[in-house]
Nanobody
């Protein structure tokens, strides 16, 4: 079992930055790939960024490349998403998830554990 709690969301102006954090609990955290997903109103949940269990491999949605950075600290059981150059279209609830994510499969349905999400609103 892995429990996940996101934090760091909020209201930011376009062009600004936010750092999302995901605190994990559970003995098997370090064995899971981790991902950030987001869901805007009326839209399906979509992949944003993923990181391997060791942290050595990261991958991003095209919309996030060059602007977002995912990282993890297995000793502290934390996952982070640094978001820069934010755009209004980044507005969504952002979820942290643990599961079988990989660069070749970023379908949210493959994830086993989810946090409750944190809202990011980017004002134009």
């Amino acid at each position: 079992q892995v429990q996940l709690v996101e934090s760091g969301g909020g209201l930011v102006q376009a062009g600004g930055s936010l750092r999302l954090s995901c605190a994990a609990s559970g003995r098997t955290f370090s064995g899971y790939a981790m991902g950030w997903f987001r869901q805007a109103p009326g839209k399906e949940r979509e992949f944003v960024a993923g990181i391997s269990w060791s942290g050595s491999i990261t991958y991003y949605a095209d919309s996030a490349k060059g602007r977002f950075t995912i990282s993890r600290d297995n000793a502290r059981k934390m996952v982070y998403l640094q978001m820069n150059s934010l755009k209004p279209e980044d507005t969504a609830v952002y979820y942290c998830a643990a599961g079988g994510l990989s660069a070749s499969n970023v379908d949210y349905k493959i994830m086993d554990y989810w946090g409750k999400g944190t809202l990011v609103t980017v004002a134009s």
